[in-house]
């Protein structure tokens, strides 16, 4: 067989990787180029032509005040979540990798909110903010608890951190579980010998080993929390008062509501270059101490 | 004096084991009570749940399960779970085998086109389904005028979630599959083609599990690309159906709502149940990998 002309290799290439290169460059590349382009045109989203108007969109995008103020709002929110995510999910599998009589019950346990799509989970969430705080609140006599977190601005963005750390604490409490068993028992061996106490051991040998873990876990929860739009949409709906709007969900309003598709997406660009130069800065800085055994 | 020095240790970690176990059962009861209060709320009249939310059976009208009949009428749930079900299945298959076949071919040869379309799927994976949302919905429902079919949805499915299944399947090839053994099948007369699905496809068992796993997950879950692709009543999939069931409720009938609820995450938590070692197994591993 002729293995290296060059219709053998098309040929190759079609049946194996056909397929997947039309759906890809169909949903990924093809609407990548085409969204720029849209970027520069005034698109209704109804009628046929897409008038040329140059960087207008832009001008448009960089003055909406409000795109901003959600985009600001999206930094604290992710700030936050992200901190407290891995916080949670650090100690989660701190203690769950300690040999504790029904740790796997417990880490199946934790992982369940993240079985549950977006949509169900701000509703469940919602019911508990509206109801169930509410009446913990009237039967222990509790003050803060009894007024709904959700009819306040402070407490439905509160609303919308502690949700995020209860969806994802579980999945990176995983990423941190297998960050732990992969540091090999001969050094935490080797440290005890030199006289490491547990403690020690565990931050002066485990953490700077697991690096690794808390780069991926935090970029991972890094661009969740950025594009945030499920929960967003319900548990708060953006109320009260648009007062928890985030990035993603203004760019969704701006096109599909506003029908200004060129700006819609000239604003997703920029969620996007955020996103990316936060989430590539971190992992930049993370990786440049990595150490290795 | 080591053997005490020992003994006391040993016993500190006890005590410190056990602190730990109160700690990790106190946060766990926390991590399920909203799947508690929705359960135990589902099963009340809406005058019991509106004044005794935290009660486990409803103290005025008790135990009631004509919520789920309701809300499985009104969500119309068996159609909107069999949608559901056709999707996630077809675009994890999908996924699996076009995706598999990629990275084969794109790990083996050294071609530019190879290494073009392997680079564009590594770099994709950072592109966030937002700023891609707008031009499809542009190409596909405008131009093309494809939207409200399940095939379309299911070949957007496919689209997205190949790059990583590739690259997944590609780290998979590499490391496990030693190139001896396709020397092997060619000597034996086997074309690239059967080498792939008789020799190397077998081999990649665990890669496939996990791919599957991710996937059918992400597709069962996903709203917001169905949204879009899907406006057509019949053909909404789970979360389409629970969003627009609680807007059209408008929180009036709870307990429908929170039948609902309970109804939309079943099927996830039963399969949970059965195959939990396997999900968080897949889950763990594609992770560390991506």
Not at chain 1, 124 to 147: D, H, P, T
Not at chain 2, 247 to 261: F, Y
Request: aromatic share 14%.
């Amino acid at each position: 067989m002729k293995r290296n002309t060059m219709s053998y290799k098309i040929r190759q290439y079609l049946m194996f990787a056909g397929p997947a290169t039309i759906l890809f460059c169909g949903v990924v590349v093809i609407p990548l180029v085409y969204g720029f382009y849209l970027t520069f045109t005034s698109w209704d989203g109804i009628s046929k032509s897409k008038p040329f108007v140059g960087i207008t969109n832009y001008i448009a995008a960089f003055g909406d005040g409000a795109f901003w103020v959600a985009m600001g709002r999206t930094l604290i929110y992710s700030a936050i979540a992200v901190i407290l995510v891995n916080v949670m999910a650090f100690l989660l599998a701190y203690m769950v990798t300690r040999g504790i009589k029904g740790q796997n019950f417990f880490r199946a346990g934790f992982f369940i909110p993240n079985l549950i799509g977006g949509i169900v989970l701000g509703y469940v969430w919602k019911f508990v903010f509206n109801s169930a705080f509410v009446a913990i609140g009237e039967n222990l006599n509790i003050g803060f608890l009894k007024n709904s977190w959700l009819g306040t601005p402070s407490g439905a963005m509160a609303c919308m951190i502690i949700v995020a750390v209860w969806q994802y604490a579980g999945y990176m409490m995983l990423i941190y579980v297998a960050g732990f068993m992969s540091v090999s028992k001969s050094l935490i061996e080797a440290a005890q010998i030199d006289g490491c106490t547990q403690s020690q051991a565990t931050w002066k040998v485990i953490v700077p080993l697991m690096r690794s873990s808390f780069v991926q876990c935090i970029f991972l929860t890094i661009t969740r929390c950025f594009m945030v739009y499920d929960v967003n949409l319900t548990l708060t709906e953006g109320g009260p008062f648009n007062s928890s709007v985030m990035a993603a969900m203004h760019v969704y309003r701006t096109a599909f509501t506003e029908h200004a598709y060129g700006t819609g997406q000239a604003e997703a660009l920029i969620l996007f270059i955020v996103c990316a130069i936060v989430g590539v800065t971190q992992v930049y800085i993370g990786r440049k101490g990595e150490v290795s055994a | 004096m080591y053997e005490l020095e020992n003994a006391q240790a040993a016993r500190r970690r006890k005590i410190v084991n056990v602190i730990m176990w109160v700690v990790l059962l106190v946060l766990f009861i926390a991590f399920i009570f909203p799947f508690i209060m929705a359960l135990i709320n589902a099963f009340k009249a809406n005058t019991d749940i509106n004044r005794f939310p935290l009660a486990l059976i409803g103290p005025r009208k008790g135990f009631i399960t004509s919520n789920f009949p309701t809300a499985m009428e009104k969500m119309n749930f068996w159609g909107v779970f069999g949608n559901s079900v056709i999707i996630t299945v077809s675009a994890t298959v999908l996924t699996l085998l076009f995706s598999g076949m990629c990275a084969f071919v794109v790990t083996r040869n050294n071609w530019v086109a190879c290494r073009l379309i392997f680079a564009l799927m590594i770099a994709s994976m950072v592109i966030p389904f937002q700023v891609l949302m707008i031009p499809i919905v542009s190409i596909y429902g405008g131009t093309l005028n494809v939207l409200n079919h399940r095939l379309t949805l299911i070949l957007m499915h496919t689209g997205f979630s190949v790059s990583m299944a590739t690259f997944m399947y590609s780290g998979a090839i590499k490391t496990n599959i030693p190139l001896e053994l396709e020397e092997a099948a060619l000597i034996d007369g086997c074309t690239r083609w059967q080498t792939y699905w008789k020799v190397v496809y077998p081999l990649l068992g665990p890669t496939t599990a996990t791919v599957a796993i991710i996937d059918a997950m992400a597709f069962w879950n996903d709203y917001l690309l169905p949204s879009l692709v899907l406006t057509n009543k019949p053909l909404y999939t789970i979360p389409i159906a629970t969003q627009i069931f609680y807007g059209s409720m408008g929180g009036s009938d709870m307990g429908c709502v929170l039948a609902a609820l309970i109804l939309a995450m079943l099927p996830i938590l039963i399969l949970y149940l059965v195959m939990q070692k396997y999900i968080v197994e897949g889950v763990t591993s594609g992770a560390v990998k991506g």
